[in-house]
């Protein structure tokens, strides 16, 4: 099938996995076009055209360039609102905002120690790169709190914007998954009732599982 939609990056990306799986769960057909990190192809010309910040993911919708994940998911939720896993960013001012919110809460509180601790614990292994043990404690006690927010929350709420899954929720995949698949860190997730329900429910639709592969290839 023929599709105007293409994904510049390597599926390992945390960014990167967001954009797929928002594009998998709106059922939007894409190209995927992989970009070496290691021979640096993020920092040529032709990707800085694209990017200008020299990162991954970009983007491109015909003439349409977009870069920063959870914009590109936004535009993709927003451009194909019933097409698909229907309310990904809500139906109406409240509920986009009630998703807006916690899109904040992930992007400002849990996706910087996340991502520090999936660096550290998952990355700089592979990279054969000495892991900073002062920094993985101070994250891990950031995180910590963030995730009794999330205990706390989804103790009422099915979800993290409602009862419907949404961007929210999706946006969180990508850091979760390292943490409790690859390093010793999952019961952060899994010891907390309410998140560990949460991250059952979200890490088994059809669409994440479907990016795990893409990793795994």
Known sequence: MATSVTVYGPPLSTAVSRVLVCLLEKDVPFQLVPVSMAKMEHKKPDFIKMQPFGQVPAFQDDDITLFE????????????????????????????????????????????PSSVLTF??????????????????????????????????????RYLAGDEFSLADLSHLPNTQFLVDKTDRAELF???KNVSRWWSEISTRPAWKKVVEMQNA
Do not use: H
């Not at 998911?73 to 916690?102: F, H, M």
């Open 69 to 112: 994940s959870r914009a590109i998911c936004r535009y993709i939720a927003e451009k194909y609102p019933t097409q698909g896993t229907a309310g990904l960013y809500g139906t109406n001012p409240l509920v986009k905002a009630s998703i807006d919110q916690w899109l904040e809460a992930e992007s400002q509180s849990f996706n910087p």
């Open 190 to 192: 899994t010891s907390r």
């Open 120 to 157: 550290q614990l998952v990355f700089a292994p592979r990279m054969k790169l000495k892991q900073d043990e002062a920094l993985i404690k101070l994250n891990e006690g950031k995180l910590v709190k963030v995730l009794d927010v999330y205990e706390n929350r989804l103790g009422s709420s």
